[in-house]
């Protein structure tokens, strides 16, 4: 069965940094891309970013909204992939999710994890 | 990248068919298959229900079904159940390399 857990959510100020990380198993992690999502309380679903498979070059894309600021990486060692967030904004604030995929050819997400929380306080 | 147009909700009761439209441009609903639909229930994780437009992950009901036609994507779920009241969000890859997500769209059994 193919698990996916965020961790390292928790209250921040704004201005500091903070780092997610995604444990998964129940696939082969370093097949596929990983991405991260967030939901700002009472609002919509908003794409953050992804990371691509070493096969498929291992590089990133981001939102607009937080290139610059997001980075993701992954450790395929560990089956872990990470979001480390640097001058957190107020407007951060949401429930993070990660997720497998785009999947190559496809280009959807079609295991989500469970979330978590990232409040950032002015 | 502006988000997809979609209702805010849609009713319908039990039995019925209602159809969520999601609209964007040519950069992104229109300029791919790319389209996926998420359901999300209150407090859990988003579930993908359709993806490349009309593709139904396995475990997911043939009640759900997806197309598009220009920059229009939609989602019909017939057979309306009390379960599948929930809120649902399309999503497009972009020209930019990018997701754009729609506005998501309430739905409500009646």
């Known amino acids: 069965e193919v698990q996916l857990v965020e961790s390292g959510g928790g209250l921040v100020e704004a201005g500091r940094s903070l780092r997610l990380s995604c444990s998964t198993s129940?696939?082969?992690?370093?097949?596929?891309?990983m991405s991260w999502f967030r939901q700002a309380p009472g609002k919509g679903l908003e794409w953050v970013g992804f990371?691509?498979?070493?096969?498929?070059?291992?590089?990133?894309e981001y939102a607009a909204s937080v290139r610059g600021r997001f980075t993701i990486s992954r450790d395929d060692s560990k089956s872990i992939a990470y979001l480390q967030m640097n001058s957190l904004k107020t407007e951060d604030t949401a429930v993070y999710y990660c997720?497998?995929?785009?999947?190559?050819?496809?280009?959807?997400?079609?295991?989500w994890g469970q979330g978590t929380l990232v409040t950032v306080s002015s | 990248q502006s988000a997809l147009t979609q209702p805010a909700s849609v009713s319908g009761s039990p039995g019925q068919s209602i159809t969520i439209s999601c609209t964007g441009t040519?950069?992104?609903?229109?300029?791919?298959?790319?389209v996926s639909w998420y359901q999300q229930h209150p407090g859990k994780a988003p579930k993908l229900m359709i993806f490349?437009?009309?593709g139904r992950p396995s475990g997911v009901s043939n009640r759900f079904s997806g197309s598009k036609s220009g920059n229009t994507a939609s989602l019909t779920i017939s057979g309306l159940q009390a379960e599948d009241e929930a809120d649902y969000y399309c999503?497009?890859?972009?020209?930019?390399?990018?997701?754009?997500f729609g506005s998501g769209t309430k739905v409500t059994v009646l």
């Open positions: 997720t497998r995929g785009p999947i190559e050819g496809a280009r959807f997400f079609d295991c």
């Open positions: 129940g696939f082969t992690f370093g097949d596929y891309a």
């Open positions: 990371f691509r498979s070493k096969t498929f070059g291992g590089t990133s």
């Open positions: 040519s950069s992104d609903v229109g300029g791919y298959n790319y």
């Open positions: 490349v437009v009309s």
């Open positions: 999503t497009s890859y972009t020209s930019s390399n990018t997701y754009v």
